[in-house]
């Protein structure tokens, strides 16, 4: 940049004026980015300092013993993490098997399937579902699908299991599954786009050697497609796993909030998320208090994680692909 | 692929297909389901009172969510004001400054995890460095939540939409001797407008649905907003509370609101689609 400052544009105007002008605001401007670079990391610094420091009472009072027990007794002032925990992971895990197959399956349509036109307008319309609000998610959930749950698809999967148990106990809807199916709606439009990224990515005379073998579809996206993208798609994964792992009003409406932990997963349960927002500014004293960013410090570690594998596929992807496009 | 008969692999091929177009079928269904049941229920709510009127107690016929409707906004707005300047500067020094240094590569890791941060925790951290300190929750708490959550999106939006612009003009503008700040703001800026512009749609699009930030920063009211320094009504909130109420004229206003809430954000979205298309078609 040094020659930029050499020559005025404006020969009207004297030179030396605009050349000092000049030289000064060029470092600010890049000083004023730089430092906003900075507030981004100081961001992500500052959660994990301030949570860390808030959960101080609570790790001090219960250490390790915190995450293993189930009590939640705010009258006697014992906390334990173990059921907002469960929960969370149990409804992350109904989210995941419904949503990862699905979502390869669909992303599968829209590369591989589908005519451009029809590609495009059913793409458009699975991304809309990322649009919508999660508290538009927890209405539709507890008014209109925990009702359908409990009316058709609870006594349905309790029939045909045997009554097994985890799938018993009332049909009211609410609860773990219900949870974990609404999840799975909301993660589905992350990693369907992101696979079909991924898919994209796949350089086209690989697949077509393989039609050239005279492969059907299928055979091309288990054998070249998948295998080629399973890195992309691993990312892709994690990526739906974080948003889960962390969506809280959806949840909270439909989970029914309660602390314990049961097999069944037609119960009432509770996630860190559902907790944080239920009791949160009910929380009047300390060790209450305390234990609930402690909750929030747990969930912000699992999130850190598993952004941490999400990018780390996603980076190994884009750099084995960016040489095949 | 050896062994089995073209019947037998014809004929998984077909399954795939027809289970492939049945899965696409499901997801489009969900959102139909969801946008009908949303239109259905909240569109009865809707009348000129809803946009004009204070909340009325539960069993009392009429009233509105005037003071939420403003609150919502308002926050939105000086959310807005505030992340979207740092973010665009942020995303400025990853696209034409920092580019593959490691400072660079620290921030963008630092914005793809604040991206995955959830958003109740971005509640509990503003809640801890400003309502604590404040000793009340306030509008400006709720601000700044939606600001933080804004920051990688906007970050990531500019840098993908500057990294577009080819570097041929930068390099021209430079040559032709206007400083640095100038071909940034200037002449980069210029070339990625209608993206920068949708990005941050998109962002205030996205915020402006957001509860869980909300429930311990500005937390709710049922007053008119008549300054940031207390508790705000906002849409979100209220939807929250008033479907958790008792009370059917309650819950139906929570319907109102969530109808409201949707065809803005999925409105906001829809039209910077077409933008995109459209500029790309011109």
Redesign the interface.
């Known amino acids: ?1 040094a ?7 404006d020969p009207s105007v004297p030179g030396t004026k605009i050349e000092v002008k ?1 030289r000064n ?2 470092p600010a ?2 000083w ?3 430092s ?6 100081l ?2 610094a ?2 994990f300092v ?2 860390l ?2 959960s101080l009472p609570s790790l001090e009072k219960f250490g390790a013993r915190f995450l293993v027990s189930q009590a939640w007794n705010p009258v006697t002032g014992d906390f334990g993490a173990l059921s907002s925990i469960y929960g969370t992971l149990v409804s992350t895990a109904i989210a995941m098997v419904v949503a990862v197959p ?1 979502s390869l ?2 992303a ?3 590369v591989e ?2 005519p451009p036109r029809v590609s495009s307008l ?1 793409g ?3 991304e ?2 990322a ?10 959930g ?3 699908f925990a009702p359908f749950m409990a009316d058709y698809v609870q006594p349905f999967l309790e029939r045909v299991s045997g009554g097994f148990i985890l799938f018993s106990g009332a049909p009211m809807g609410i609860g773990m599954l219900t949870a974990g199916l609404i999840l799975a ?1 909301m993660i ?1 439009p992350f990693i ?1 786009s992101v696979t079909r990224d991924v898919f994209l990515m796949v350089p086209a005379v690989v697949k077509e050697s393989a039609y050239g ?7 091309v ?1 288990r ?1 070249v497609t998948i295998p080629y993208g399973s890195q992309g798609i691993l990312g892709a994964c994690f990526l739906g796993l ?1 948003r889960a ?5 959806a949840v ?2 439909v989970i029914g909030n309660r602390h314990e932990v049961s097999l069944s997963l037609f119960a009432a349960a509770n996630t860190i ?1 559902s907790t ?2 239920n009791e ?2 009910e929380a009047s004293e300390e060790l209450y208090l305390s234990s ?2 402690e909750l ?1 410090l747990v ?2 570690l699992l ?2 994680l ?2 941490l594998a ?2 780390y596929w996603l980076k190994r992807t884009r750099r084995k692909m960016g040489a095949g496009q | 692929m050896k062994g089995r008969s073209i019947k037998v692999r014809r004929a998984a091929d077909f399954a795939i297909r027809v289970l492939a177009s049945g899965a696409a079928l499901v997801g489009i269904g969900f959102l139909g389901w969801i946008l009908i049941v949303v239109l259905g229920r909240g569109i009865g709510s809707i009348n000129w009172a809803f946009f004009t009127e204070m909340p009325a107690p539960p069993g009392i016929e009429g009233g509105g969510l005037a003071n939420a409707i403003v609150g919502t906004v308002l926050m939105t707005f000086f959310a807005t004001g505030v992340g979207v300047p740092i973010g665009m500067l942020a995303g400025i020094f990853l696209a034409e400054f920092g580019r593959e240094t490691r400072l660079a590569e620290w921030v963008r890791f630092g914005s793809n995890i604040l991206m995955g941060v959830p958003s109740i925790i971005t509640g509990v951290f503003v809640y801890i460095i400003l309502v604590v300190p404040m000793q009340n929750f306030s509008g400006v708490a709720g601000a700044v939540a939606l600001a933080i959550i804004m920051l990688p999106v906007v970050t990531r939006t500019t840098e993908d939409m500057l990294n577009l612009v080819p570097n041929t003009l930068r390099e021209s503008a430079l040559a032709l001797g206007a400083p640095r700040w100038k071909v940034t703001l200037g002449v980069v800026f210029r070339g990625a407008k209608t993206g920068l512009v949708t990005g941050v749609l998109l962002a205030v699009a996205r915020v402006s649905g957001e509860t869980a930030p909300l429930l311990f920063t500005a937390l709710n009211s049922p007053y008119w907003p008549r300054s940031l320094n207390e508790p705000t009504a906002n849409l979100t909130v209220t939807i929250f509370n008033y479907a958790m109420s008792p009370y059917p004229d309650w819950q139906a206003k929570a319907w109102g609101a969530s109808f409201l809430i949707t065809a803005g954000v999925l409105g906001a979205t829809l039209f910077t689609r077409g933008l995109l298309w459209y500029r790309s078609r011109h």
């Open positions: 940049m020659n930029s400052s050499r020559q005025a544009v000049r605001f060029d401007f890049r004023l980015t730089v906003c670079g900075l507030l981004l990391l961001a992500v500052g959660i301030e949570l420091r808030g699905l399956i669909i599968l349509f829209l399937l589908a059913v458009g319309a699975i809309l579902l649009a919508i609000p999660s508290i538009i998610y927890g209405m539709w507890l008014f209109v709606l589905l369907t073998l005279g492969s059907t579809t299928w055979e996206t054998k974080g792992i962390g969506e809280t009003m909270t409406f998320a944080l927002a949160f500014t609930l960013i929030g969930l912000f999130t850190f598993i952004q999400a990018q």
